[in-house]
């Protein structure tokens, strides 16, 4: 049978947690597959932003969700700027209620592998996030060893989960340990 892979991981926390109604955050929009997933859990009467710094992203983002034909699709705002911002952008009224925010990092697949997150945005993205959620409400992070930069970017985010007060968060790595080349992994942080 076998473990849930890291994106399926990343996703089942998510669902776990994020109800009809809510409002959620892509915050590396990069194909759509997040945004989706997230607009079709909230539903039509809910909202998803979903960020990225490439407008090639968000057009294929929102053509995925023109193609999908769910409610909800019409209830995401798509944002061409950097995640660390991402509170300038969201709704004031949401700010501490946003059910969970998804992270993936790296690059766009089928874009330009020179375009990728940095340490330098991820970090205080990070930090914009966790403000952002509601007590419950979950944040999710897939990390990429394998690409260059990719282990120090994961290595910082690491870092900053573990020093994280346990009193305020719960923060969780879900890893495989005999995977070759330097495979993806998730950690999430629950707020409390
Ligand atoms: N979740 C996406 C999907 O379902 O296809 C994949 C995301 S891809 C691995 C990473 C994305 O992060 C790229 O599209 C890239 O342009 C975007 N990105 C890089 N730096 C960013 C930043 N500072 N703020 C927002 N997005 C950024």
Redesign the pocket.
């Known amino acids: 049978m076998g473990f849930l892979s890291v994106l399926s991981c990343a996703h089942k926390l998510v669902e776990e947690r994020l109800r009809a109604g809510d409002t959620a955050v892509?915050?590396?929009?990069?194909?759509?597959?997040?945004?989706l997933f997230l607009a079709k859990l909230v539903g039509g009467s809910g909202r998803v932003y979903g960020?990225?710094?490439?407008e090639t992203?968000l057009a294929r983002t929102r053509e995925r969700l023109d193609d999908s034909g769910i409610s909800g699709a019409e209830a995401v705002t798509l944002v061409c700027?950097?995640?660390?911002r991402m509170l300038q952008h969201i709704d004031g009224a949401s700010h501490g209620k946003i059910g969970a925010v998804?992270f993936?990092?790296?690059?766009?697949?089928g874009?330009d592998h020179a375009?990728?997150?940095?340490i330098g945005?991820?970090l205080p993205?990070l930090d914009a996030a966790l403000s952002a959620l509601r007590k419950g409400g979950i944040v999710t992070v897939?990390l990429?060893p394998g690409h260059d930069g990719g282990a120090e970017e994961a290595e910082a985010v690491q870092a900053w989960a573990e020093q994280l007060p346990q009193r305020d968060f719960q923060a969780l790595c879900y890893r495989f340990l005999n995977q070759q080349n330097n495979p993806p992994y998730v950690i999430a942080i629950e707020k409390r």
């Open positions: 892509d915050a590396t929009a990069g194909n759509g597959v997040d945004t960020f990225d710094i490439q992203a700027d950097s995640h660390e998804m993936n990092l790296g690059y766009l697949p874009g375009t990728i997150t940095t945005t991820t993205a897939v990429y």
